[in-house]
T-cell receptor, first 112, second 114 residues
Framework: KAGVTQTPRYLIKTRGQQVTLSCSPISGHRSVSWYQQTPGQGLQFLFEYFSETQRNKGNFPGRFSGRQFSNSRSEMNVSTLELGDSALYLC???????????FGDGTRLSIL | AQSVTQLGSHVSVSEGALVLLRCNYSSSVPPYLFWYVQYPNQGLQLLLKYTSAATLVKGINGFEAEFKKSETSFHLTKPSAHMSDAAEYFCAVSDGQGAQKLVFGQGTRLTINP
């Protein structure tokens, strides 16, 4: 069974641009969550989607948004990029609300 | 909101020695608790999970953790460290209903000395 797939693995952008990250969950998983990992702030929850609906949201500005498609694939968008958005963005999927999350290898975003 | 404290950002042990990584959580209600491991340039791999079924939880790669409600702790142990255990370990607690929306500790980097 294929794991969580995130694309691209690496991305370089400049300040002010926007970016879209993609996540394909494990087959059959309906919940997809996104996390940001930085050396200073550690791992922080961004949001969770289930059946195309955002169910939980972390404390991030509105520049961070996401969506989930009918096939459970998810995208995360960050607009007006700032230097502080440089991070590893991790996607995780789970079968339902009560099962543990399985993580992808992440997208490393660097802002110049 | 939940919070997680991992005592010790770096732990170093000799190969074959006991591994003990400490985690304390803030909730008085037994939540969902997890330990994840992260190897360089990879995502998080689930080691084990506590979901109130048993206080001693066995995970992969010989790791286990004991849930102690009175101490709000969920420490991770392994009887005998192996070189391949060198990695960063994260304790996490669910914040809210279900096992999603995880709050992570700051992580503990485990080094194994030959």
């Amino acid at each position: 069974k294929a794991g969580v797939t995130q694309t691209p693995r690496y991305l370089i952008k400049t300040r002010g641009q926007q970016v879209t990250l993609s996540c394909s969950p494990i087959s059959g998983h309906r919940s997809v969550s996104w996390y940001q990992q930085t050396p200073g702030q550690g791992l922080q929850f961004l949001f969770e989607y289930f059946s195309e609906t955002q169910r939980n949201k972390g404390n991030f500005p509105g520049r961070f948004s996401g969506r989930q498609f009918s096939n459970s694939r998810s995208e995360m968008n960050v607009s007006t990029l700032e230097l502080g958005d440089s991070a590893l963005y991790l996607c995780a999927s789970s079968l339902d609300s009560y099962q543990p999350q399985h993580f992808g290898d992440g997208t490393r975003l660097s802002i110049l | 909101a939940q919070s997680v404290t991992q005592l010790g950002s770096h732990v170093s042990v000799s190969e074959g020695a006991l591994v003990l990584l400490r985690c304390n959580y803030s909730s008085s209600v037994p939540p969902y608790l997890f330990w994840y491991v992260q190897y360089p340039n990879q995502g998080l791999q689930l080691l084990l999970k506590y979901t109130s079924a048993a206080t001693l939880v066995k995970g992969i790669n010989g790791f286990e953790a004991e849930f102690k409600k009175s101490e709000t702790s969920f420490h991770l142990t392994k009887p005998s460290a192996h070189m391949s255990d060198a990695a960063e370990y994260f304790c996490a607690v669910s914040d809210g209903q279900g096992a999603q929306k995880l709050v992570f500790g700051q992580g503990t980097r485990l080094t194994i000395n030959p």
